[in-house]
């Protein structure tokens, strides 16, 4: 009996008789649940990221703490890695990642949870995950306050420079870029032969300096290449040669002229003495006015005007100048020129489309008279009414003031909608015009709505905004001004979610600033353009009211 008790003792010690263990669970890799950067969820890209944010990473088990720290980076764009604290929630399953230091502002980081990141039963995350994190911008002043009326007149001098201090030597004319070399521009040196007229008024030069340019200017414009009396887009600023804007756009090109003719019939105004010196200047500017030959433009007697014609191909570019767009003010100078005008009925037919250019639908709340879908980019409001003065000028398709005024209105109400969430649109910072953009150029607006914001587009809308394009200004300059206030006013363009600003300045871009702000303070240029009998005439053959006519 003994014996067999002792057996059975013995049989129950070495656990003969006993079940195996359970084997170790074996690890499961997985994914992370979620995350969230200061409780906004599940984004790749974060924008307004405070300098101190919160991160949790949340796993479907428990977090093997041991690999956590090398798991986890965070690191600055330029370079350099941001010491980290790391806690835990919810049973340890969400990993909580604090930058031990206050992050820099507006810069870029990068967040980088690695596949080395384990479970505690043994598992290794199977997606590594990577956040791109911009941090919120200072809003700080970058310069020390002073009044709207000297920001104003800061904002025309420093970009007045472009057209003084950088205009092509021996042309005096407006180069098309920063980076242009000899290539000056038609257009763009309409506006600057404004930008002349603006600084005398503004006593940033003399009134004898600028005669001296506008002479240098006439001289060149006299002998330079032509077409029909017609401009090309570009010149070469030294020779007077057509630069060819495109393969086949290497000839006249009219809107482009239009605009030079507008800059110059304003200037004419201006110079208004007696005197044996602007005599002359009045002289060679009607010269040039009235050797342009609108009406051959319209192709054979055709109801509609072409924008361009080449010497070699004709006109293969085969463009009609149509409505509504930027270039208005091309059927109010062919109408009244002296020699060379058209009719209504080119107007009519041509731009206007017999009506088909009317819009009349709303947008954000806004009624907008002419044009596409949001009223298109900016310019279309700005080029023609540089000084085309649109309070009061009204025909039978719309009341211009209106048409300015809500197609600004449009996008800025845009903005702060910001359907597409680009970082940084706000009442302070909107407007979408033609302009550079990361890697290229485009022509922004609402229905092509890039991300990029020219300080042209709400500067421009000075006379038809002020209080909405005043926020854009202050905006631009105090807060943005270490990165876009430069030696020609602002920079081209920026994207507050690229992290990126031009390096660029364009004549088309900077004109409109300068010219526009002194319609808003001051009426100036379109007081001049608008005393010209050519144009209150074609206005008036057109069918427009106006007060000036």
């Known amino acids: ?54 991160i949790k990473l949340k796993l479907p088990a428990k977090i093997d703490k041991a690999s956590a720290g090398a798991a986890v980076t965070l690191t600055k764009d330029q370079g350099g890695t941001i010491p980290l604290n790391l806690t835990y929630e919810q049973g340890d399953s969400v990993l909580v990642v604090l930058p031990s230091q206050s992050l820099d502002y507006y810069t870029r980081y990068y967040l980088e949870v690695a596949s ?37 007149t800061k904002v025309q001098e420093q970009t007045f420079r ?20 000899d290539i000056v521009t038609s257009g763009g040196s309409g506006f600057g032969v404004m930008a002349i007229v603006t600084a005398i008024h503004r006593n940033f030069i003399s009134k004898a300096d600028g005669l001296a340019r506008m002479q240098k200017i006439l001289g060149f414009l006299k002998t330079a290449e032509k077409v029909h009396g017609a401009f090309p887009h570009w010149l070469n600023g030294a020779t007077g040669k057509i630069v060819p804007f495109s393969t086949k756009d290497n000839g006249a090109d009219l809107v482009e002229t ?54 070699d191909l004709a006109w293969d570019m085969n463009m009609p100048i149509q409505g509504w767009n930027e270039c208005l003010i091309t059927y109010v100078l062919a109408a009244g020129s002296p020699g060379h005008n058209i009719p209504k009925s080119v107007y009519d037919q041509g731009w206007a489309r017999n009506g088909d250019m009317r819009n009349n639908n709303n947008y954000y709340g806004v009624s907008l008279p002419l044009g596409p879908a949001m009223g298109g980019p900016l310019f279309f409001s700005h080029y023609s009414f540089l000084g085309l003065d649109p309070r009061g000028l009204k025909d039978a398709y719309a009341d211009y003031g209106q048409q300015v005024t809500n197609h600004s209105l449009i996008h800025y109400q845009h903005a702060i909608a910001n359907p597409q969430h680009h970082f940084g649109y706000s009442r302070q910072c909107w407007g979408l015009t033609a302009s550079d953009i990361p890697g290229g150029y485009a022509a922004s607006s609402p229905t092509n709505d890039l991300g990029v914001i020219a300080p042209t587009a709400a500067l421009s809308s000075f006379p038809y905004t002020p209080t909405e394009s005043m926020q854009a200004l202050k905006f631009y300059y ?23 600003f031009a390096d660029s300045f364009l004549a088309i871009d900077q004109g409109p600033i300068i010219l526009m702000i002194e319609n808003y303070r001051s009426g100036l240029l379109w007081d001049l353009f608008m005393s010209c009998p050519e144009v209150r005439s074609g206005l008036q053959t057109l069918g427009f009211t106006h007060p000036h006519i």
């Open 1 to 54: 009996m003994l014996a067999g008790a002792l057996a059975i003792a013995a049989c129950s010690r070495s656990g003969a008789n006993t079940p195996d263990p359970d084997p170790p669970p074996t690890p499961v890799n997985f994914d992370l649940s979620y995350w969230t950067v200061d409780e906004k969820p599940a984004l790749t890209n974060y924008f307004d990221v405070p300098r101190q944010p919160s």
């Open 258 to 311: 239009a605009y030079l003719v507008q800059g110059l019939l304003t200037a004419r105004q201006f110079f208004d003495k007696p005197d044996a010196s602007e005599t002359a200047l009045r002289a060679d500017i009607n010269a040039i006015w009235e050797g342009v030959e609108w009406n051959w433009f319209r192709k054979d007697n055709e109801q509609k005007l072409y924008w361009h014609y080449s010497p």
């Open 162 to 181: 472009y057209f003084w201090d950088f205009a092509h030597p021996v042309s005096g004319l407006t180069r098309e870029r920063n980076t242009s070399g």
């Open 478 to 500: 105090y807060v943005l001004g270490d990165k876009l206030f430069r030696d020609y006013g602002f920079a081209d363009a920026f994207s507050l979610k690229e992290k990126w």
């Open 116 to 152: 080395s990141l384990k479970s505690s039963n043994g598992g290794r995350l199977q997606t590594p995950l990577q956040l791109r994190l911009i941090t919120s911008l200072d809003s700080t002043d970058k310069f020390p306050r002073i009044t709207d009326e000297q920001l104003l």
